[in-house]
């Protein structure tokens, strides 16, 4: 077992944190072997009972689960910031140009160390990824997870209609691959599969209904993919389900509506659609910076929570601007606020950063298991330095309460708060050894 000693901040409740100021955190293998965490509080309370035993001391130091991003795509490390008039162009003219080269397993193996390393010096320690239609690139992605002992789900993109020759696939061989690929990766270490429809537009009716008997068959595998980021999609979609109620209903139709199942955007939708996701377990992942970068609209989180389905933050890289959780937290308190198209609401900073920890797992069926230091979830967790910049050690020195505190971290803070990333399943036992380090 292993000990550190910090302030602690964890959520014993949903959107409730807590900060032991002088905490303790206590690590160690649970029956099957993994590093989880044993004990978590108050050091002066916990040390007592673990005698002996080695406590790293990280004094004016943070300890912080590690980040949780419900929807990335790895192969767009290099179409963050391209510029384009909205999702549509954007896709035609950056995306799938870019995500042609991964038919290239050596290309896709650099992109995935790199992405891994970038998530990492940037506190995230979960995510739901897009690989592209190549089944070379998910085998890129999930191997070096699987090195770096880290906890990564993704899938091939399935895009069999409405895009150019290079990504677009075959129907049946697509089915074929993504069921290969579930048997190979699927519940192996720490890593899942994600059946992965790009969005309706991008499938045809066959294979959106083999995706559908898939996720029937592989009841614990993940679904992701994307609805109502944009209006000219929406409309898009209409014109090729007339008789569909709503976008969201189509994956409704084809049996792709389930727990586990993580849907990006969520913003033109209707009540409907939001009792829909809530009575078949569906979650959204919200995605302000992308949707801020390509002018799409706004999530609704007043309707969400009126109405009780699951969501929690993701960065939507390419689309989006940033890896960082803090500007992704930023962007959300933006996207509440905004109050012209929808009621604006002020999240709370604790509410904010649980959407992006604990709340996202819960989400992606997670709880218990990352996103929190409660005993029993598995210990990955961040080191934050609150003196990281000037600025910002100015305003946390001043913070009167944990909200005050957590929104100076949100409003100034990047990866330069991260000073290091923990992935306590690493195979090493003693500090600084196991650690993943930052790439700094
Ligand atoms: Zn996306």
């Not at 940037?122 to 997870?145: K, R």
């Not at 699987?146 to 209609?161: F, N």
């Not at 990504?167 to 061989?173: L, S």
């Not at 649980?354 to 979830?377: D, F, I, K, S, Y």
Request: glycine share 8%; aromatic share 10%.
């Amino acid at each position: 077992m292993k000990a550190w000693r910090a302030s602690l901040l964890y959520f014993p409740e949903p959107a409730q944190a807590v900060l032991e100021t002088d905490g303790l955190l206590v690590v160690g293998p649970d029956a099957g072997g993994r590093q989880v965490v044993q004990a978590v509080g108050s050091y002066s309370a916990l040390a007592p009972r673990f005698p002996g035993l080695e406590v790293t001391h990280l004094p004016g130091r943070i300890i912080a689960p590690g980040f949780v991003d419900m929807h990335i795509h790895y192969p767009q490390l290099d179409v963050i910031g391209s510029p384009a008039e909205g999702l549509l162009p954007w896709l035609e003219n950056y995306t799938f140009p870019h995500e042609k080269r991964f038919t290239d397993p050596a290309y896709s193996a650099e992109a995935a160390t790199f992405f891994i390393a970038e998530l990492l010096r940037h506190g995230v320690t979960t995510a739901l990824a897009f690989a592209t239609s190549h089944p070379e690139s998910v085998d890129a992605l999930l191997g070096e997870a699987q090195r770096r002992s880290l906890r990564l789900i993704a899938g091939k993109v399935l895009m069999d209609q409405n895009a150019p020759d290079g990504v677009r696939d075959a129907t049946e061989q697509s089915l074929i691959d993504t069921e290969a690929l579930i048997t190979r990766w699927h519940g192996v270490d720490r890593l899942g599969y994600a059946i992965t429809p790009r969005f309706v537009p991008s499938c045809s009716e066959a294979q959106l209904r083999g995706a559908g008997e898939l996720a029937a068959r592989y009841t614990d595998v993940w679904i992701q993919s994307h609805v109502a980021e944009n209006r000219d999609e929406v409309a898009w979609v209409r014109e090729l389900y007339p008789q569909a109620r709503s976008y969201l209903s189509v994956y409704e139709q084809f049996g792709l509506l389930r727990p586990r199942a993580v849907y990006a955007h969520c913003i033109h939708i209707d009540d409907e659609d939001r009792a829909l996701m809530r009575g078949t377990g569906t979650a959204a992942a919200v995605s302000p910076t992308s949707n801020l970068f390509l002018g799409s609209g706004f999530f609704d989180y007043a309707a969400a929570d009126r109405t009780g389905f699951l969501y929690g933050l993701a960065s939507d890289v390419g689309g989006g601007t940033s890896f960082s959780p803090f500007h992704t937290m930023l962007a959300a308190y933006y996207v509440g606020r905004e109050g012209q198209t929808k009621t604006g609401v002020s999240l709370k900073p604790q509410q904010l950063w649980w959407q992006h920890t604990a709340g996202a797992a819960r989400a992606l069926g997670l709880e218990g298991v990352a996103g929190n230091l409660l005993p029993g979830c598995e210990a990955d967790f961040v080191v934050l330095n609150p003196q990281a910049t000037p600025l910002l050690a100015r305003k946390t020195a001043q913070a009167g309460s944990l909200d005050e505190l957590l929104f100076a971290l949100i409003v100034l803070g990047d990866d330069r708060v991260i000073e290091r990333t923990v992935i306590s399943q690493a195979a090493s036992t003693t500090w600084p050894d196991h650690e993943e380090v930052s790439a700094k």
